[in-house]
DNA sequence: CGACAAGTTGACCTTTTTCAAACTTGGTGG
DNA sequence: CCACCAAGTTTGAAAAAGGTCAACTTGTCG
């Protein structure tokens, strides 16, 4: 059972603060309730009193244009960042200069949450094509948690995802490892309602690659091998998996 | 500011419940005060009032010989597990029947934050020696956090610190994986008050090379090459730096 | 002492990287 | 509209890193 009467208290608390910078350009706040990927975000199904409190913290930026950097490493952490649309890459250059790919996430997706710990952002978040991404301030988000326990429960639940996080870095094969990253693709977009067969995939190669911990070579070569094998199609960043058993028998152990 | 009140009845309430069952068995509670790991384990610096409150909710297990595994892959999830003394090793076999080492865990640290998200513990956990472990209810630990801010806070620390762990991702070479490993559990010893140059690994050379990606074989020819040049000196597990500035020369982006 | 597990060493072989070069695209401006 | 450019992608051949297999050494514990 929520505490209605807190949250509403918050939520006015709030209002009154909006008003008061009314003058002052603020970014217009999140709508939940229209928002495709609330379900996989942060709130998840809540009801209205709840959201109202929710989208009081929460920030809407965008559109944006693809490539847009809109976290940058070694910045100071106060919030985590939600996808509204769009792909997102996460990356870091490492001391010798190189790019290292961390992840590619999907609308409904939180970034950020590892960068509590040190209070700063530990990668760099760049838009693969034009989106939207929300904005939740941590601080307050934690301190609504405290009257908002299945709030709390969410917030707990998303770290503990964010944890499971495949590791394509392990001594597996190269098949294997891409076989998986396209299975898990699959999965996540079928999730979100959209085919889990024909999807895009927001990296160019030389990224999946990185992300895979391969060359753009090698990443090249599994591709060609798996489209002769008539596991996937491949045009571009457009891919079709025409063959799921095959794959998941090439993705062994690592399969999701 | 803690709410000393609220912290105050909650630990009434658990004293009372103790005292109900205090003709079962039950185990004993931990005492935080006396624990040389609390201040990297969940309390970290907390009040008396709130350490209390938290003790009461904390399981003392052991001592646990060489080998318990505390923790089993699948069952359900319900506590996370703080190490008080003794190394533990995280690890699961895959469907291939391959054991994948996942981690190596020093006294403070907590295990199956993971396990959250899907309800079940996603790897094994067995103490390397002799040992006792901690067992935080979660759904005891996150209710107490609605109370004590301090803790809910603290709490997101710890899930976003986990976030943090290093991949021994494979395209670096072998020899950068080692010397990241070892300068990584040279501090982490540090932290806690002991040697940073010369300390133990419970890990058998077998599972230090799965945990870094790499065959046994492998593993043997680079801690030879490293003795050769004069990096470490090594006894069986017990492990001697004797090189700061080479290892971190060869640990490169991957250093700590 | 002897058996068994853990660790080491050497020879050989496979996978993946590296380097180099050709080839597609999509966008830009003439 | 088309040529051109740059970014991204593919291909081939050679090389290196690390894996595999098998023998051997060492340490441990009854």
Redo the contacts with the bound molecule.
Sequence with gaps: MEDLQSLHCWAEDFQREIEQNAGRARPRAADCRTCHSAVLCIPGQANPEALTAFECLVEQIGPLPAGSRYISMGDPFDAVYAIKSGQVKTSRVDTDGNEEVLGLHLPGELVGLDALAGSRYRCDATLLDTGMICRVSFPRVADLALVWPTLQGRLFQLFSAALQTRRYSV???????LAAFLLDLSGRWKQRGFSATEFTIG???????RLL????????????RFEEQGFVR????HVTLLDFDALRRQAGPLAP
Tied chains: 1, 2.
């Design positions: 001594d597996h094969p190269v098949e294997m490892r990296l160019p190669r030389q990224d999946i690659a911990a391969m060359r753009k070579e090698t990443m090249s070569r599994v591709f060609a491949t045009d571009r960043k």
